[in-house]
């Protein structure tokens, strides 16, 4: 099992920071504890899995679907203007790091990371080492990587746009290929790796 103490102020800190800078990015962002569903729908629900979550959920589609469902869903981002829009579209969301404190820690059944939310903070393996922790024995994360035969690595990132550019802050990119290691560090095993329109998932599995 992994160390679940992961409330440092860097940890936190670089979380936000992160976030806010990738608040005007069209991509959804939204961490959510439930993990019933891949991006264009729940073709990969289980009626077992129990209570989810997601991180990084911005505009908060994935939760506000699942809530629809009657399953207990939340979502999780550090940006206020992410969660204000999924607030106004009736998603239940929190604004706070994933490195604070979570409700219900050690009881959700799942956690989606989709939209290359992985690579928020730059440390994959701190983000999967905390999301174990929110888990319950079992649990399951729908994570998206890079395609097979793409290299995982830690890059620095910056948003530009047509009103200017913004500060650097820390990413990083998971490839498929890495997935099973990255998954055994953080207490994890790898029950599926697939690929579904040019995309590719991993399903992780609590140890």
Known sequence: MPHCDHSSKDARARDRQADRNRRDRNAPR??????RAVKRGESRTRPNDGPGARRGCG??????????????????????SAVDLARSRGAPVLLRSIFERVPGAGRWGSALLLDGNIGIGGDPLLLLSRIACLLRSAGRVLMEVEVPGASSRMLTARLETSEGIGLDFPWAVVGADDAPDLARRSGFSVRELWSEEGRWFAELVSR
């Open 59 to 80: 505009p908060g589609r994935h939760v506000l679907a699942l809530a629809r469902t009657g399953r207990l869903a939340l979502g999780i981002d550090a940006s206020p």
């Open 30 to 35: 939204c961490r959510a504890l439930d993990g």
